[in-house]
């Protein structure tokens, strides 16, 4: 996931829950929070339950075991965040 704040909260938790109300062909896992700032990262990414940090998106889209890049980034970077991951 490559932001953070309120939404990535929120999408932290749903990730957690999601086969509780979908029926899904794969179990989803928190591999990666993505921030800009490691000192800001680490935290966030223990509380809510993400296996790694990256600060570099460019760097997290590019991982070879990486099938989902969610974005809870402000909604301006959402595109740019989306096609370099596209």
Known sequence: ??????MGRVHSQAWR??????DLPVEPTLAVL???????VTAPAERLGWA???TDR????HLDD????DTCTPGDSHAMIATAAL
């Open 66 to 69: 990486l099938h989902i890049v």
């Open 17 to 22: 829950t999601v086969g509780a109300f979908f």
């Open 1 to 6: 996931m490559v932001g953070y704040a309120f």
């Open 34 to 40: 993505c921030l800009r700032s490691r000192d800001a």
């Open 52 to 54: 790694a940090v990256e």
């Open 58 to 61: 460019n760097a997290l889209i």
